[in-house]
Structure formats: structure tokens, C-alpha cells
């Protein structure tokens, strides 16, 4: 097993940073290893990456999703399979911190390149800074999906509380 961490200040709100996250689709236009997903369900996505002359598609599952918190996802496929977990949190500066971990289990051609000494943490270290790139340049989100996700499933939206028409009196 081999697991990479990373973490990269951004200079936007975490909300911003978050929203722009859980824009799956619009990856390809700043990662340059990944170049298409498509968001087959709220918690199912289906990933092409290629590196060099590897090419690949997976499918992911979102596990875990919490707005201006965390996504925890893993891949459905088992060659190689990896599970992966990015966090925002606030600075001190109004900005967000967000540290991505994955764990990749090494098999197969493409879990050969995993194991490569330092190919993976190089990896996801140039895709952070060219979100950061992307996300500060343009200053806000693209789009924004505000679910949560507990184990695979999308939780319903807690109802808001509503304001009752009965007159209270005046306590006293």
C-alpha cells in the first residue's frame, strides 16, 4: 500500500474552495492527468486519467461528503484500488488549507506506476497547485453541490425550521 499526503494553502474561502471541489466535470480544465468525468449519480463518478501512455477509467464512489468539511471517496475498481480523502479547513488569513490523502494498493501496470518512488506524491502535488491556480484566478466557484454523503448514500436535506404563525406573548 502506498499512500501519498499533500496540503496547499488557497487564497479563497473554503466554501468557495469546497463548492469548486464537488465540481467533478469540470477537473479536466485544470488537472492535467485527468481528462474526463462524468457524475453518473450524486455519489458515483466515472473517471478517465491518463499519464504518458497509460491511459484509464475507474469508477469512483463517494463515501463520505460534508459541505466546507471533507470528501472521502473509493475507487470500485481493484487494479489498482485506492481510497482517497480531501479536507478544507479555515486559516487564519480567510483562506482554506486543504490537504489531500490516498492510499493506492499497487497492482497491475498502472499500480506499478504507484509504486514508483515519489511519482504519485509528485502527482497529486502539481494537481493541488494547479487547483489552487484555478480557483484563485477565477475568485469564486463555478458551480456548487451542497449534499451530504454518509456511506455511499445522500442524506435528505435536514428540513428548516419553520417559523410558526401562532402569536407568542410577550414573556414577563
Known sequence: MHSVEETIGIAVPVSTAYN???????????MTVVKKVDQVRP????????????????????????PDSHVVWRSLERHPAHRGEVTFRPTAAGGTEMTVRIRIEPRGVTGVLAGVPGLADRVVRDELRHFKEYIEGLGEETGAWRGTIRDGRVRPEEPKPRRSRVARWPVG
Do not use: D, K
Not at 20 to 30: E, G, L, S
Open 20 to 30: 469548486q471541489w464537488t465540481q467533478f466535470t469540470v477537473f479536466p480544465r485544470f
Open 43 to 66: 455519489a458515483l463518478t466515472t473517471w478517465t486519467v491518463a499519464a504518458g501512455p497509460v491511459r484509464r477509467e475507474f469508477q469512483a464512489e463517494i463515501v463520505e461528503q460534508e
